[in-house]
């Protein structure tokens, strides 16, 4: 038997296609509790998250963002801080702001599936416009989208089937 986490990693799937019933907020604030205990650099919280379920704003936001396949009745911006980052003395070329972003983006794909959400990242945008749509206060950049809604029951096929395992994607060193 695998472990729920373990199982659960392998069930999460991108989700193309989404129906129009509303998305919970409930949902929404539960995922986004689950996204602060994502693992960060030295505990210091440099991502920001905006949270819309307002229709206007999301079509909208698939205009400027031409990588947003499915039509969210939700969804997530993942952003950095940058005042904050630089408040922490991080020099602008530091990545570790973006493997933040990384791992609370992983927690929050799993948090969506956890509630019974679909979920797609988005990295396809125009920052300055989705800055624009979602009035991000100064300093905050959008690093990626997260769409959410209910799965519609027939979903558009991968572009490229994966059929790869832990070994053909690892490098053993001796």
Known sequence: MLDPVLAAI????????MTDEPVAREQIETILDA???????GNRHLQ?????????TLRVLRMVS????AKPTA???????HALVAEYGFPPENHGPWI??????ATLLLAAQAVGLGA?????FSRAAVGVVLDLPEGWVAELVVCLGHPAP???RAIKPARLTWRDLTHWVP
Request: glycine letters at 8%; one cysteine or more.
């Open 10 to 17: 392998r069930r999460r799937r991108v989700t193309r296609a």
């Open 35 to 41: 996204v602060r205990w994502a693992p960060t650099a």
């Open 48 to 56: 920001r998250f905006v949270a819309t379920t307002d229709p206007g």
């Open 66 to 69: 031409p990588g947003m396949i």
């Open 75 to 81: 969804a997530i911006a993942v952003c950095v801080d």
């Open 100 to 105: 933040d972003v990384g791992t609370a983006t």
């Open 120 to 124: 797609g990242p988005v990295s396809s």
């Open 154 to 156: 027939d979903q558009p």
